[in-house]
């Protein structure tokens, strides 16, 4: 245990579509990222929150309108409980820990531990028992318990577990970022003091490290002050504000930015914008990726294996895919549609063809990723379809509960199925996790992604894709720019994103991307086949070779765990 050196915080951790202890993508690329580390053999272990509840159950109801209920899953059957405790103290009282452990184990069986830490213990209050149960649940008081037991006591429960030699905090998104706080008090107590000095706070700098994930405002937690001096009682706060907070309240992200030597985005765009935003701190780039193995679909596994030997240890040689005949591309690829259709067709009897061209959109239900973008001229759309060739249409993705715009999204999206009929066919499927994700994304012709930039720090669900050989049609965003060669691993919609600017008007958008499918995807789809595979191809070859964990978690260890 003690030869453990990298512990890696993240508020939610996806390992399998059966423990819902994530929501989207920022819990699937930590267990990507845990999956590689193992690979690797990176020394790493892993601290999240066990969400006994879930994220939540989806429903949607005959309109569109989206329902929430808990989720219902045995822990034991999955995790096993570890003898170790901690504990926090929060508002005066003690809140006491536990440590649930999953290993995961990589491709030549190293493990990396990952520990789910738990409240629902005896020893605490009813209230108290609850703050481990839902993820991103709550309010503000209820998300900075959740915050403090995080951070501050991910570390306590890593100490009382024996991981004592750790040489660096990765923090995955702020909502871990008080881990800082809890080590400047180790580096006061090792120096026999009580107060915390500017000394502890460049030897805590020196141990972290922080990605962050979004340029949207909502994704950045802020506590006001009064609320965090009453949970913790911590005089620092105040006296060291120039460290704890901005603009008069305790923000997540500034508080990491300070505390950390190494500081990243998800992709390079989104390490220009996060300069901009955050001047005064240095700020770099690793473009995010998504564990091969783990999101080729088995057709596509079958094919490497026979094809690029190695490539589960070698990512970088999917390159090689240039060479695998054009035939048994397209026949993996209608295993994997085929595979699809059955399961849409079994849960919404919508009755799709494999013949038909199949557009694929499956994400959080965000407002600022214009799910809707499509169905902005409906008439188009079908007369597109009738005459230019058939489309069908795949959508799924969960608004959070607390976010009425993204439940109105997936509304609009159930008129826009009404007003396409009989034209075209489409299906929006409940309860998007890991393993609809990959049928999803291994299943459909073609991936659309139509975010306003630049508010896509980076999206991996199109890396996913790129895999499996479906080329993607996107805004120019987040990884979609370093990804993008138009007409040779897809389509780009709208002007070059390049920039940092972005005016990226809803109208122009929405014709580039009809005029897209009108003039160019589809008559390459239904009468140029075999250019339309040669794009499937590069998709594999250049992007799933690169937009890779592997290739993810080498730059990490180069660039911020062992510098």
């Given at each position: 245990?003690?030869?453990?050196?990298?512990?890696y915080?993240s508020?939610?951790?996806?390992?399998?579509?059966?423990?819902?202890?994530?929501?989207g993508g920022?819990?699937?690329?930590?267990?990507?990222?845990?999956?590689?580390?193992?690979?690797?053999?990176?020394?790493?272990?892993?601290?999240?929150?066990?969400?006994?509840?879930?994220?939540?159950?989806?429903?949607?109801?005959?309109?569109?309108?989206?329902?929430?209920?808990?989720?219902?899953?045995?822990?034991?059957?999955?995790?096993?409980?570890m003898?170790?405790?901690?504990?926090?103290?929060?508002e005066?009282?003690?809140?006491?820990?536990r440590?649930w452990?999953?290993?995961?184990?990589?491709?030549?069986?190293?493990?990396?531990?990952?520990?789910?830490?738990?409240?629902?213990?005896?020893?605490?209050?009813?209230?108290?028992?609850?703050?481990?149960?839902?993820?991103?649940?709550?309010?503000?008081?209820?998300?900075?318990?959740?915050?403090?037991?995080?951070?501050?006591?991910?570390?306590?429960?890593?100490?009382?577990?024996?991981?004592?030699?750790?040489?660096?905090?990765?923090?995955?998104?702020?909502?871990?970022?008080?881990?800082?706080?809890?080590?400047l008090?180790?580096?006061?107590?090792?120096?026999?003091?009580?107060?915390?000095?500017?000394?502890?706070?460049?030897?805590?700098?020196?141990?972290?490290?922080?990605?962050?994930?979004?340029?949207?405002?909502?994704g950045?937690?802020?506590?006001?002050?009064?609320?965090?001096?009453?949970?913790?009682?911590?005089?620092?706060?105040?006296?060291?504000?120039?460290?704890?907070?901005?603009?008069?309240?305790?923000n997540?992200?500034?508080?990491?930015?300070?505390?950390?030597?190494?500081?990243?985005?998800?992709?390079?765009?989104?390490?220009?914008?996060?300069?901009?935003?955050?001047?005064?701190?240095?700020?770099d780039?690793?473009?995010?990726?998504?564990?091969?193995?783990?999101?080729?679909?088995?057709?596509?596994?079958?094919?490497?294996?026979?094809?690029?030997?190695?490539?589960?240890q070698?990512?970088?040689s999917?390159?090689?895919?240039?060479?695998?005949?054009?035939?048994?591309?397209?026949?993996?690829?209608?295993?994997?549609?085929?595979?699809?259709?059955?399961?849409?067709?079994?849960?919404?009897?919508?009755?799709?063809?494999?013949?038909?061209?199949?557009?694929?959109?499956?994400?959080?239900?965000?407002?600022?990723?214009r799910?809707?973008?499509?169905?902005?001229?409906?008439?188009?759309?079908?007369?597109?379809?009738?005459?230019?060739?058939?489309?069908?249409?795949l959508?799924?993705?969960?608004?959070?509960?607390?976010?009425?715009?993204?439940?109105?999204?997936?509304?609009?999206?159930?008129?826009?199925?009404?007003?396409?009929?009989?034209?075209?066919?489409?299906?929006?499927l409940?309860?998007?996790?890991?393993?609809?994700?990959?049928?999803?994304?291994a299943?459909?012709?073609?991936?659309?992604?139509?975010?306003?930039?630049?508010?896509?720090?980076?999206?991996?669900s199109?890396?996913?894709?790129?895999?499996?050989?479906?080329?993607?049609?996107?805004?120019?965003?987040?990884?979609?720019?370093?990804?993008?060669?138009?007409?040779?691993?897809?389509?780009?919609?709208?002007?070059?994103?390049?920039?940092?600017v972005?005016?990226?008007?809803?109208?122009?958008?929405?014709?580039?991307?009809?005029?897209?499918?009108?003039?160019?995807?589809?008559?390459?789809?239904?009468?140029?086949?075999?250019?339309?595979?040669?794009?499937?191809r590069?998709a594999?070859?250049?992007?799933?070779?690169?937009?890779?964990?592997?290739?993810?978690?080498q730059?990490?260890?180069?660039?911020?765990?062992?510098?």
């Amino acid at each position: 245990m003690t030869q453990r050196t990298i512990a890696y915080f993240s508020m939610e951790v996806g390992i399998k579509a059966e423990m819902p202890t994530y929501s989207g993508g920022l819990g699937v690329l930590a267990g990507d990222t845990i999956r590689s580390a193992a690979d690797l053999k990176v020394p790493m272990i892993a601290i999240t929150l066990l969400h006994r509840k879930g994220y939540f159950h989806q429903h949607l109801d005959a309109s569109g309108w989206q329902r929430e209920k808990p989720v219902d899953w045995v822990v034991e059957n999955f995790l096993k409980e570890m003898p170790a405790r901690a504990s926090v103290n929060m508002e005066g009282r003690t809140v006491h820990l536990r440590a649930w452990q999953y290993e995961v184990i990589g491709n030549l069986g190293f493990k990396v531990p990952v520990y789910f830490l738990d409240a629902n213990l005896p020893e605490n209050s009813e209230w108290d028992r609850t703050l481990t149960d839902f993820l991103y649940g709550g309010d503000q008081h209820y998300r900075l318990c959740q915050e403090v037991i995080l951070g501050i006591g991910g570390v306590r429960m890593l100490r009382a577990l024996g991981y004592e030699n750790i040489q660096r905090f990765h923090t995955n998104e702020g909502h871990a970022s008080l881990l800082t706080l809890e080590l400047l008090d180790e580096e006061a107590n090792k120096a026999g003091r009580q107060s915390i000095t500017h000394d502890d706070v460049e030897a805590v700098r020196k141990k972290c490290v922080f990605t962050t994930h979004t340029p949207v405002p909502a994704g950045h937690d802020k506590f006001p002050l009064d609320l965090v001096h009453r949970m913790l009682g911590r005089r620092e706060v105040y006296d060291m504000r120039e460290v704890f907070c901005c603009e008069g309240v305790l923000n997540m992200t500034f508080l990491a930015l300070n505390l950390s030597h190494y500081v990243n985005g998800g992709a390079k765009k989104h390490g220009e914008v996060s300069q901009l935003m955050f001047a005064r701190y240095a700020i770099d780039s690793i473009t995010n990726g998504v564990h091969a193995f783990t999101w080729v679909a088995e057709p596509f596994q079958e094919l490497f294996d026979r094809y690029i030997w190695g490539w589960e240890q070698d990512n970088f040689s999917l390159r090689y895919a240039l060479n695998i005949p054009k035939p048994e591309i397209w026949q993996a690829h209608i295993q994997a549609k085929q595979r699809l259709l059955q399961y849409v067709n079994d849960k919404t009897g919508v009755g799709m063809d494999a013949e038909v061209l199949t557009i694929g959109f499956a994400r959080r239900a965000a407002t600022y990723k214009r799910a809707n973008l499509l169905f902005t001229d409906l008439e188009r759309l079908k007369s597109m379809a009738t005459n230019a060739g058939l489309i069908q249409l795949l959508y799924a993705g969960k608004a959070h509960p607390q976010d009425h715009g993204g439940k109105e999204i997936i509304q609009r999206i159930f008129r826009a199925k009404e007003g396409l009929k009989p034209n075209i066919k489409m299906a929006y499927l409940e309860n998007y996790d890991m393993e609809v994700g990959k049928l999803i994304t291994a299943g459909v012709d073609v991936w659309l992604n139509t975010p306003q930039p630049p508010n896509e720090a980076s999206g991996t669900s199109g890396m996913k894709a790129a895999l499996n050989g479906v080329p993607s049609l996107s805004v120019l965003d987040g990884w979609w720019i370093e990804g993008h060669i138009e007409g040779v691993t897809g389509w780009s919609i709208g002007e070059n994103g390049r920039g940092i600017v972005e005016d990226h008007d809803w109208s122009k958008d929405a014709a580039s991307l009809y005029d897209k499918l009108e003039h160019v995807i589809l008559p390459m789809f239904y009468r140029d086949r075999d250019r339309f595979i040669e794009v499937m191809r590069h998709a594999i070859a250049l992007n799933g070779s690169f937009f890779n964990t592997q290739r993810m978690v080498q730059q990490y260890v180069l660039n911020a765990y062992f510098r």
